[in-house]
């Protein structure tokens, strides 16, 4: 964490200096009459995006939801590796280490052979396979996710504060209207207010408003898909067992009646099953089932069987039907338009997907889409990037949402199936067929499936055998490093936070350790002198030097070897308005940390190579170090100049 | 963390349940009449103790300051892993982590022999050696460690908050009295109430009011001891330099005019230099010399040759004299009279000792000596032991206390003696022999150099043998585990909560591993059943079997080895309104940590032990675990039966 870089403050270093713009502004309530970006329903594909954009005193946001207050209790609770990581950007990875569970170990149950009506254990699973992450997967109460994020909003420059008790009515985008182009008309639905109509003009609109979206439905888009006919019901509850596994994430197929998943939560005590239920009719809903929660607990305490479950608090239930549904477009701009038309308007999360919960996947999916949106929009709105960049949030997040549903689809339907009562597994489903389905994803639950196809934005994999491990398309994998100018031991992939900025990761080849004309110390000179330069063509005049692109350099040699004096001065940048020297961007490999980072992520240890990272943590680019022409011509396919 | 097991609330697990004596009562800012403990000042000491006491809903506490308003600047920074250990007891060790500047490398310079005007780097040590502590020493200004002291004060079920501006006048102890037998005399300080005079009686008084004491005056006590007559000043400072070991803990011999001390700080550009100053005379204060702090700069830039200094903002500055000065008794009990009278009136902190700030050990032994005293407070007033205990206060940190009064005298001299000219070096200090001293007392600075000796609390060594490696008087050394009913790998010192509680950690022998007659079982046996139990005889009658003796397992198998269903009940006990099972008292060895805890702590693998850890943390006793008699003697001889 760095600060006090204009001064000393005496106050929590998380409570940013207040933007300029809302020095001595009175606080009010109402809606104002225009925002760079309306963002509609504060879930947690909404409290992402508004958290991102809040970081930049530039940006005027405005979030809307139609509940009266902040959410008190959630529905999701799973919270992926990939997920932990982009927390960590925002400052609270920490606060949600210590305060969920952890998911350690999966076990498997099935029917008894022996005593077909008993339940046994028949497997273990690792959950997090070692070294994906260096964060486990966790589980913890959505309602909490928001708290963290409206932290972040309030201590964060604008002070952004959602607006409640406000429903969307419509949305108008005025095509012809050289600014604020978008209208939306909302009506108050909170107390003392209700029935008042407010009227706002955006920039842009982002529909963050769940599975009913309105904002979606304005943009005359739909959900397609399909369902299985399967109702389940879904618990959190305080209870007394015997059964051995209830705090390990469980998957049981009996017998008697159905299948459950155990998820157990923070506090050590709170424990959430998912429960089947019944087979429903074509095209019945679960809701005229009337199903109560003395039904769901009855089913509970068969599939146990021969444990006894005694509930003794039921803190939240539903059921629910199972359904695959996505939008084929993400924005407001048909696929045949888009080479002629700039999106207005975008739906995230369960607006453009619904699925079944309990691969854990919604709300983790929901917050990579309007993470995804969140620093293009910034980009554009602060004339960084061309409008254009806008296009490539629909065409990456629609395509990874769809290999979500697939996913989703074969997953629900083995959960939903009988054990297989023979070897040869007919009549249902294999439980070690089942455990194996489950192993076999387990990167793509954790949230590193995603990898986004060569675009603009993501280069070619023409230099990739120069980092094996670092996949362009997919997100920057961390590992230990030693910060060279206090000896620290730090995550390298820490270095990116919810900022905005391009991470510029330089590792040096083996000899490469000194201020001289080749490596690290030539592409430094290049980004400081040439003309080409993006450093010089994309940041804006009067601003620090790595406001747009943050550089850093990891060498081999250790610490004590590397002289700090020798360094290029881009590596030791003067910044803020006393011109202090920025002491942390040289790194280099953890002589502790056998493998190293070269090994661990297949870096050419002879020629080194440069790793640019966008501001949502991906690989955009894998580059030698001296391809300064490659690199000033990837930057120059979607970024705005200066000049 | 441990939450829900009263049942689901949506709020931060951190804010506690309100205790019931403060439900539906007004809040006021006037002092009330009376309290269990009155605590005078909000340094580190009393908000230790404050914070401690406020974890008990039936304690009330009253903590009071002369100054208007919580900390904005302090003045100690240095926080060592000792402290780490304790904070992590206050749940808040992971804001210091993310916040504060870590300490990871000591440089040493000294003058360059061929150009003795320049310093030259002629050494580095590790900070703090691998394995001493699961937390690295830490700088973090002390402000911020306050705020998370009131943080959790407020938080607490006591939402306890300091009075402000309040000045003691005197303190009467009336020995006749039964109870509340010390009245004490405040003046309003504050504004608008200037003059007003309140009086509030208390069972217990604690001067943590710094220095100049009122409390300690009040008890007719003083500190005694000499003074080095060698002025040093102090300044944290944004600077530009190019003196390469800016971001490091840095000691420098000059020929320049003198040594100086560089401590980085917390956020990457503030860093604060010790820098000596004028050599005074007999009896003659620093005040005398009206130094400035231009002085202190030209000093600083001077030593620092031929490197450069650019001062851009001076944030905090002093000049002090070092002395090193004790109070020869912490309470107010005159060393005759032990036997005969039970202390009312204490003293912690600055009031007790002063020495100089530069080994960082201020605030430290300060925090120390009243979490030493908060849980014993507690016991007494809860009627869980003999008022007897309260005099392990002073006997045990008066005498570690004199400890550091030894080590600070030495290390000052040298840190305020000139470099050696030459290699015998006659006329000043070896810098080779000063880097050698610091080094040796790497451990003393890190906090673990206190080891309380033999005394009711603290059992013989008879039975050190069996845990070579957790030593009896010292504090309880964490190592890695895994917890057996999830999988997690948790550090086992992380059970320590600030909650007045006993931790009795059972390790297992070898082939212990199930319910039975011996080892772990039978231990678990006496301790459920016997009249000689501990758990039976010091347990309120309506709590849960936990709250004073919190008994741990750890066996050597693997998890998977392990079923939790033939552990002993004590081990999976249940607790709260609905008798839900606490999960986390099991654990074993992690295989994946080599070598493992039953190694790295010397515990014998044949037999096993029990380790007796107080809620300070510190190791009582290490027995077999067989030894139920002397566990129950152990206990006898302090603690109250609830009988």
Redesign the interface.
């Known amino acids: 964490?760095?600060?006090?870089?204009n001064?000393?403050f005496?106050r929590?270093?998380k409570l940013r200096e207040i933007a300029p713009r809302l020095k001595d502004k009175p606080v009010s309530g109402d809606l104002p009459a225009q925002a760079d970006v309306l963002i509609v329903g504060c879930g947690p594909a909404g409290l992402t995006l508004a958290a991102q954009l809040s970081a930049f005193p530039d940006i005027h946001t405005v979030i809307v939801d139609v509940k009266e207050g902040p959410l008190?209790?959630g529905q999701a609770d799973g919270i992926a590796c990939r997920t932990m990581e982009m927390f960590q950007a925002f400052?609270f990875a920490?606060?949600v280490?210590?305060?969920s569970?952890?998911i350690?170990?999966v076990t498997f149950w099935k029917p008894d052979p022996n005593q077909p009506q008993n339940i046994m254990r028949h497997g273990?699973v690792q959950d997090t396979e070692d070294g994906l992450s260096e964060f486990p997967h966790v589980v913890l109460?959505q309602?909490?996710v928001h708290?963290f994020y409206l932290e972040f909003m309030r201590n964060s420059p604008n002070r952004l504060a959602p607006h409640y008790g406000r429903k969307l009515l419509d949305l108008q985008v005025d095509a012809s209207a050289t600014d604020h182009p978008v209208t939306a008309r909302l009506e108050r639905v909170d107390t003392h207010h209700d029935g008042q109509v407010e009227m706002i003009r955006a920039r842009y609109v982002v529909g963050c408003d769940g599975a009913r979206s309105a904002v979606r439905k304005s943009m005359g888009l739909e959900l397609v898909g399909d369902a299985a006919n399967q109702a389940w019901g879904v618990m959190?509850i305080?209870?007394?067992t015997?059964f051995?596994d209830?705090?390990?994430k469980v998957a049981i197929q009996s017998n008697n009646g159905g299948n459950l998943l155990i998820i157990?939560r923070?506090?050590?005590?709170?424990v959430r099953l998912y429960v089947e239920m019944d087979k429903l009719g074509e095209d019945e809903r679960v809701a005229q089932r009337q199903i109560t929660v003395d039904r769901l607990i009855a089913a509970a305490q068969s599939i146990f069987h021969p444990y006894t479950l005694e509930v003794?608090?039921v803190?939240w239930w539903s059921v629910y039907e199972i359904g695959h549904r996505i939008c084929d477009k993400y924005d407001d701009v048909p696929a045949e338009k888009v080479h002629s038309r700039q999106p207005r308007v975008f739906i995230a999360g369960d607006a453009c997907h619904t699925h079944s919960p309990k691969a854990g996947q919604g709300m983790n999916f929901s917050m990579q889409d309007s993470f995804n949106l969140g620093w293009k929009l910034a980009a554009v709105l602060r004339r960084q990037c061309l409008p254009d960049l806008l296009h490539s949030y629909s065409a990456e997040r629609q395509s990874v949402g769809n290999d979500l549903i697939t996913f989703d689809r074969e997953w629900a339907k083995m959960i939903s199936d009988k054990p297989a009562q023979n070897q040869q597994g007919s009549g249902g489903v294999d439980p070690k067929e089942f455990q194996k389905y489950f192993e076999k994803h387990l990167r793509f639950t954790a949230g590193m499936g995603t990898q986004y196809q060569p675009s603009s934005l993501t280069g070619p994999s023409t230099h990739q055998h120069l980092a094996s491990g670092l996949l362009v398309g997919m997100r920057f994998h961390s590992a230990p490093v030693i910060r060279i100018?206090?000896?620290?031991?730090v995550q390298l992939g820490h270095a990116a936070k919810a900022d905005g900025r391009w991470r510029l990761y330089a590792f040096a080849g083996a000899d490469d350790h000194r201020n001289d004309s080749k490596g690290v110390g030539a592409l430094c000179k290049f980004l400081e002198q040439s003309a080409d330069s993006p450093l010089r063509l994309y940041t804006p005049p009067g601003q620090d030097i790595d406001s747009v692109f943050d550089l850093r350099a990891i060498f081999q040699q250790a610490h004590?070897e590397l002289?700090?004096?020798s360094m290029p001065a881009l590596l030791l940048p003067?910044k803020g308005r006393?011109?202090?020297?920025?002491?942390?961007k040289v790194f280099c490999a953890d002589p502790k940390s056998e493998p190293d980072i070269f090994d661990l992520r297949g870096i050419d240890r002879t020629q080194g190579c440069l790793v640019l990272v966008r501001p949502d943590q991906y690989i955009a680019h894998v580059l030698p170090l001296n391809a300064h022409r490659e690199l000033a011509g990837f930057f120059a396919g979607f970024m705005l100049s200066n000049q």
Request: with cysteine; proline share 5%; charged share 35%.
């Open positions: 964490m760095q600060f006090f870089l001064g000393f005496g929590d270093p008190e209790l400052d920490d606060q280490l210590l305060e569970c952890w350690n170990e273990r109460n309602a909490r708290d959190d305080l209870a007394v015997d051995p209830i705090r390990y157990p923070e506090g050590g005590y709170l003794k608090e803190v100018t206090d000896a620290k031991r004590h002289a700090i004096e003067r006393y011109g202090l020297r920025d002491y942390e």
